[in-house]
């Protein structure tokens, strides 16, 4: 039984989570990609061997009739990348990608924020079954809003470090912080969730039920 936002929003970033599983399996493509082109300084293998890793894990987690959300998304994501790689002929493209779609990401949280329509609180509507509702209260609004600000940060953070490390060509740096500024710092963003809701507790009002 979810009481609070605070709940509400504890069990959400826990199925975001996927479990120790679903944090390797994000970062598999990523860490062969690196150690290969570093190793090798061929762009086709390294791109190749990062591609078949990951469709074996999805085979895997297919035979396991397990989900595939996690590594499906690896897989789209290295996708994405080998294309703009291949287009351009240069590796550091392989983490073009994720620096557009982290600066976007950011732009959007800040943004809802800026305007006063929180991206968080839209999650604790769904739920409601009110979209919208959650708006009028002012300290579900302030709440969501330290919220959306804690899930753009690792967003903001990644472009600061990844970009000027794209502009020089640092491709084991690249790597490397892909991997430390992935799931490490998703987590940490997700503790400083915890501490901000384990501080309050936000009634989550239930819908209102027929007039009699």
């Not at 959650?134 to 969501?144: E, P």
């Amino acid at each position: 039984m979810i009481d609070t936002v605070e709940q509400l929003v504890r069990t959400k970033l826990a199925e975001a989570l996927g479990g120790r599983r679903g944090i390797v399996e994000s970062a598999v493509p990523t860490v062969l990609f690196t150690v290969m082109f570093v190793s090798t300084h061929d762009l086709r293998v390294s791109l190749i061997v990062s591609i078949t890793a990951t469709v074996l894990l999805l085979v895997a987690r297919l035979v396991q009739r397990s989900t595939v959300q996690f590594v499906l998304n690896a897989l789209i994501g290295i996708g994405i990348a080998a294309l703009f790689a291949s287009r351009s002929g240069e590796a550091r493209d392989v983490f073009l990608p994720g620096i557009l779609y982290n600066g976007a990401y950011a732009a959007v949280f800040v943004l809802s924020v800026l305007v006063g329509w929180p991206l968080v609180g839209f999650m604790i509507g769904s739920i409601t079954g009110d979209p919208t509702g959650w708006h009028d209260d002012r300290n579900i609004v302030r709440l969501c809003a330290q919220l959306t600000w804690l899930f753009a940060a690792p967003c903001i953070l990644r472009v600061l470090v990844q970009y000027p490390l794209y502009a020089g060509d640092h491709i084991a740096l690249l790597g490397t912080s892909k991997v430390v500024l992935g799931w490490p710092l998703q987590l940490a963003s997700f503790a400083a969730m915890a501490w901000l809701l384990s501080r309050n507790r936000t009634p989550l009002e239930p819908e209102p039920g027929p007039a009699r």
